[in-house]
């Protein structure tokens, strides 16, 4: 009779929708400040980033994740299938945009499309950080 009831449960209730997230999504665009109110309750106050600071921070991130995944794929390296090239052509670019004011969505587009081939048997399908 439970599992009767269970099955038609697992039927009727909605099932969690996980969403895919890039890592230019991810990535915090407000910054949290700790102030203390007249009573001493501390109070956290968002205030979104200065775009040329998180724009440079954003290109940082992308460069450290962009020479790790280059480090993973020398080190996993398969004559017919090396992405390492493609790595390097991003990094540079994203050196680049350093000094630019061009749209840098697209270098993470990228960098997310090359991971997803660089480490396609170790890659896991649930991100474990969202709750």
């Not at 200065?50 to 991130?61: A, F, G, K, Q």
């Not at 480090?71 to 398969?78: A, G, S, V």
């Not at 991003?90 to 840098?104: F, M, V």
């Amino acid at each position: 009779m439970f599992s009767l009831l269970q099955s038609i449960y697992d039927l009727v209730a909605p099932k969690p929708v996980q969403t895919k997230e890039t890592l230019y999504d991810e990535m915090i665009q407000k910054d949290v400040i700790e102030a203390v109110n007249e009573v001493g309750e501390k109070r956290y106050i968002e205030m979104p980033k200065n775009v040329y600071t998180s724009r440079r921070e954003h290109l940082e991130i992308l460069l450290k994740k962009s020479q790790s995944l280059l480090d993973f794929c020398l080190k996993m390296r398969k004559s017919e299938d090396d992405m390492s090239w493609d790595l390097v052509n991003l990094i540079e670019r994203a050196r680049a945009s350093k000094y630019r004011a061009d749209d840098i969505k697209p270098l993470f587009d990228e960098f997310e499309k090359l991971k997803k081939h660089c480490k396609r048997g170790s890659m896991s399908t649930v991100n474990l950080s969202v709750a």
